[in-house]
């Protein structure tokens, strides 16, 4: 069997930081990484990025190194990716914040509003409803991050949870301020509104935690699998018949129920600011269909059915 010579150098500076000798054709980058971190204990594999290129995509763990366009001495490039922390801590952190937060205003505590406001209760009965169904939303994406999604990446860089949690936090309190402020005007048709918009909220809360089930019925437990998703028996996965990230749609139709029943601004906004951001990664994640299964079904747009 030949052996590869691997030389690992500096992305940036193209200084060499390792040379591993007689490394076996079928080794993984994965396999790779274990041994460079043996020389550099400073960069655990979660650090490291190795690519072909010095400008080039990150190879993936599971790539073998003698299905890599290399000769028998490979030049890997390498990238620092700076401190990591499990996805899971990043979504915990993420999710427990904007259900704190909005509580901390629903029970009017001190220093919020003023001072004769001070853990007294709204009189109108949709800031009751709209805590509630805030609270469940984060409770629900708490519960699903532990025990429904099966991630593919173990880790993200530390530097994306603040930007993250600013975003989240910082919308929940905005929100949470005029929803629950003492001078708060419920919406202009009363309780019609708030009964359409509730119903709008729990549809989309039930079709998103479908989408999840679904997700995760197609990767067995510990694996990276990724197939096409199909519509079920469950008639809140028909929609991917039409779309690619029906998850997404219905969290987006979420929130829009609950800009609805709140008839609040920032709540819009946020709706907006969300539905931009989804839109990008579901545009991103219908290219990765169309690249990887050439039998994609071709009705499927990203996240609005026959629209975008
Ligand atoms: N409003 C907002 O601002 C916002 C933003 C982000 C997320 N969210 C909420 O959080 C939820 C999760 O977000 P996400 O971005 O992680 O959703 P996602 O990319 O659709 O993934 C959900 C889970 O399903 C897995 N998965 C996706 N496609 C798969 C396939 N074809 N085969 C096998 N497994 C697959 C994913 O694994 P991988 O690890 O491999 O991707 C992940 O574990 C969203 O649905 C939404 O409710 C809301």
């Keep these: 069997m030949k052996h590869y010579e691997v030389e690992i150098l500096d992305a940036k500076t ?78 915990l952190t993420e999710y427990a914040g904007p259900l704190f ?18 853990f007294t209760s709204s009189r109108h009965t949709v800031v009751h409803l709209a805590c509630i169904c805030h609270s469940f939303h984060y409770i629900k994406r708490l519960l699903e991050t532990l025990f429904v999604h099966r991630f593919s990446h173990g880790t993200m860089p530390l530097r994306n949870i603040f930007k993250n949690c600013t975003y989240y936090w910082g919308f929940a309190a905005w929100m949470a301020y005029y929803i629950n402020h003492p001078l708060y005007t419920p919406p202009t048709y009363g309780a019609q509104q708030v009964k359409l918009a509730l119903a709008i909220f729990v549809i989309c809360q039930l079709g998103n935690f479908s989408i999840h089930m679904a997700l995760r019925d197609l990767r067995p437990a510990g694996s990276k699998t990724r197939k096409i998703p199909y519509p079920s028996k469950n008639p809140f996965t028909w929609l991917f018949l039409l779309v690619s990230c029906p998850n997404y749609t219905y969290e987006v139709g979420s929130w829009i129920g609950f800009a609805i029943m709140t008839q ?27 690249k990887e299964f050439q039998d994609y079904p071709p009705l499927r747009m990203p996240i609005i059915p026959f629209l975008l």
Excluded: M
């Design 14 to 91: 193209r200084e060499k930081l390792c040379f591993l000798d007689k490394v076996e054709p079928h080794a993984t980058i994965a396999e790779i990484k274990n041994l460079f971190t043996k020389t550099h204990p400073q960069w655990y594999p979660a650090h490291q990025s190795l690519c072909l290129d010095p400008k080039g995509k990150s190879l993936k763990d599971e790539d073998v190194l003698q299905k890599l366009p290399v000769g028998t001495t490979a030049t890997l490039y390498f990238r620092d990716l700076g401190a990591q922390i499990s996805w899971v801590t990043v979504f």
């Design 101 to 118: 937060i909005y509580l901390l205003f629903y029970f009017r505590v001190p220093f919020i509003y003023s001072h004769k406001y001070d």
């Design 264 to 290: 609040c601004l920032p709540v819009a906004l946020f709706s907006l600011v969300g539905f931009t951001q989804v839109t990008i990664w579901a545009k991103g994640k219908h290219r990765s269909y169309l």
